[in-house]
């Protein structure tokens, strides 16, 4: 058997395992704190809940959202079996299938995704490809599923209210679930999502241009333009969209977080959970890993100094020091958000437990905990400023000040790891000033389409890369070169 399909079938393999890991937790979870009754009807109320960045659906329900999470990965394995692609899945169909996982906690569902999904496979009929060339962007394309939530639960009726004044203004009219969903919405979703997959390929072809390879969240840029189009025609210019969250959601430090307050959530607890099932699974992942090739280890050493620059692990280094990477980034994930908790109060709440894989994202393809930790110290030292330095200077307001105790923060951090390449091809101390530049516009940038990108992050980090690359490789052409 040809080495790549055999490595292929040992990745799919992987993520059934992640696929059923989540299954297991909703149920577990559920058998623990007497809610597995409620697993089914809270699913359907989260495919019915509208989708813009960020609800937090563990606050509707834990179990209900890890069943929902399982439900995202199981609709992918599908999509992956129907395009005939299990011998082609590979470190990008890796990064799609955790990127998606990531955002299936507070927002994502195989409602909205399914759209996109198949509109990616009419472009592959369009342009005569096979529908398995096309499945990692059919996955990726699922970045503005809550444009889908969006049409097909209340656009465009449920934004024009009138004043006291008698005038129409634009409001958002709920953030609870809908009842169900609009035909002329499904279609409507459809038609958009078959217009975007049309735009997507050639700029996510050219999208290395804009950030000289070292956004990782290659698709993020393209999204984010697509999407400030889509929002532009969609609601700004029939003026029925209006700013996010503007009926009495939290909003705090950031992007907004709606709490649906149907259940209090057990924090610690929730962390305690989420800790064990986490590493159990990276264990099995290391174990594999040693069973597959008994020269991962050795492997994996040339691995960790890899810059992350256009790298495919799997091809470099093998399956085996792939797995390894698994286990060891994943714990350096958890470990990392966990430091978090414990120094800055941050909350484990349900956007962190799934942003986890948003930010495991590319532990095949060019992440590993040397090229990370520099954005991650990059984080922190800019939040100190912002909420220590700054505060003793009386430079700003403290009200709203960001800090790594922030969920906002937070979340943003796991795609900020997408500039990996920043720190492992031109040096530590460029990680660290892109960790502090992203983390500056991060919260930002999601104003210019109303949330509705989940790949905000990525979108943002090209935008840094953009900016920084030239800067460097200018003043620093040497270092640039000898990189």
Request: hydrophobic share 55%; proline share 5%; aromatic share 14%.
């Amino acid at each position: 058997m040809d080495q790549k399909v055999k490595n292929a079938k040992i990745l799919f393999k992987v993520l059934v395992l992640f696929t059923a890991m989540f299954f297991v937790m909703s149920f577990a979870y559920g058998a623990m704190t007497g809610t597995t009754g409620e697993i089914f009807p809270k699913f359907l109320e989260i495919l019915r809940t509208p989708a813009q960045c960020t609800h937090d659906l563990f606050e509707l329900s834990v179990a209900g959202t890890f069943f929902s999470m399982g439900m995202c990965c199981l609709l992918m394995l599908v999509y992956i079996v129907a395009c005939g692609g299990i011998n082609s899945v590979n470190s990008g169909t890796v990064a799609a299938f955790f990127l998606t996982v990531g955002f299936s906690s507070w927002g994502m569902n195989v409602l909205n995704m399914l759209p996109l999904m198949l509109g990616m496979q009419v472009y592959a009929l369009i342009k005569k490809k096979t529908p398995a060339s096309m499945m990692n962007l059919g996955i990726f394309a699922t970045a503005i599923a809550p444009i889908m939530s969006e049409v097909m639960l209340r656009w465009p009726g449920a934004y024009t209210n009138i004043n006291e004044e008698g005038k129409a203004v634009a409001q958002l009219a709920s953030t609870a679930p809908f009842p169900s969903v609009q035909i002329s919405g499904i279609i409507l979703a459809f038609v958009i999502a078959i217009l975007f997959c049309l735009f997507y390929p050639p700029m996510c072809a050219k999208a290395p241009n804009f950030h000289f390879g070292c956004d990782l969240f290659n698709a993020g840029p393209p999204a984010g333009f697509l999407c400030l189009m889509t929002i532009g025609f969609l609601m700004k210019v029939p003026n029925a969209g209006a700013v996010a969250f503007n009926t009495g959601a939290t909003v705090s430090n950031g992007p907004a977080v709606v709490p649906f307050a149907d259940r209090a959530i057990n924090p610690d607890f929730l962390y305690k959970f989420v800790l064990i099932s986490y590493i159990a699974v990276f264990v099995i992942c290391f174990i594999l890993g040693l069973m597959i090739d008994k020269d991962s280890l050795k492997n994996y050493g040339k691995l960790i100094k890899d810059s992350g620059h256009g790298s495919d692990f799997v091809e470099k280094y093998g399956i085996g020091a792939t797995m390894i990477n698994f286990a060891v980034y994943g714990v350096f994930i958890v470990a990392f958000y966990s430091i978090m908790k414990f120094a800055f109060g941050a909350a484990w709440a349900g956007g962190v437990t799934g942003v986890v894989w948003c930010a495991f994202t590319w532990v095949a393809a060019g992440a590993h905990p040397g090229n990370v930790l520099p954005i991650g110290i990059g984080y922190v030292l800019i939040s100190l400023v912002s909420t220590k330095l700054f505060p003793a200077l009386h430079i700003g307001a403290d009200a709203g000040r960001l800090g790594m105790n922030s969920v906002a923060i937070l979340i943003a951090f796991s795609y900020a790891t997408g500039m990996a390449p920043i720190s492992g091809k031109y040096g530590f101390i460029w990680g660290v000033v892109a960790g502090m530049m992203h983390f500056a516009i991060v919260t930002l940038i999601p104003l210019q389409y109303d949330f509705f990108n989940f790949y905000n992050g990525g979108f943002t980090a090209g935008v840094v890369a953009f900016v920084l690359i030239p800067f460097i490789e200018h003043y620093w052409p040497a270092k640039a070169d000898a990189k």
